[in-house]
């Protein structure tokens, strides 16, 4: 089994993916819920990850995933067409990688989709990782989620 420094990087993954669905113009407006399955060498099953967040009127009618600031990640070459979205993720903090990711909304109230990320293990050698997500919206009314 590789050790691998994958904290940050699956807390950025994770901040990406689960901070809100949002595609411009995509998804609806309420409580969605984002399920993440991350794959990494040397783990014996993926790690999975499910949150809720409450998908503002903006973030719906507002542009394409972002990375979190904090993340040290950007995307680049993002591309949307019809309900995919695509992009490069590029990170240059501490835990240096890179990936592709590929969103699809089937209709306003589910997506899937999917991203590899090429990092480095503690030894040098190259890691690929795989994450898998998918969202569903669950409700017009957020209850007690605010993010």
């Known amino acids: 089994m590789r050790a691998w420094r994958g904290a940050a990087v699956l807390g950025a993954l994770g901040l990406l993916a689960l901070s809100g669905p949002a595609l411009a113009d995509h998804g609806k407006v309420g409580l ?7 794959t990494a060498p040397g783990a014996d099953q993926p790690q999975v990850v499910t949150n809720r967040h409450c998908m503002t009127a903006a973030e719906v009618a507002g542009p394409a995933l972002k990375a979190p600031p904090e993340s040290g990640c950007t995307m680049q070459n993002t591309r949307t067409e019809g309900g995919t979205f695509s992009g490069d993720l590029v990170c240059t903090g501490q835990q240096k990688s890179s990936g592709h990711m590929t969103i699809t909304y089937d209709g306003p109230e589910h997506y899937t989709g999917r991203m590899t990320l090429n990092t480095t293990a503690q030894d040098g050698s190259p890691v690929v990782i795989d994450q898998t997500m998918e969202g569903r919206w669950i409700a017009a009314s957020c209850g007690n989620v605010t993010q």
Do not use: A, D, L, N
């Not at 969605?32 to 991350?38: A, T, Y």
């Open 32 to 38: 969605w819920e984002s399920s993440v399955s991350v």
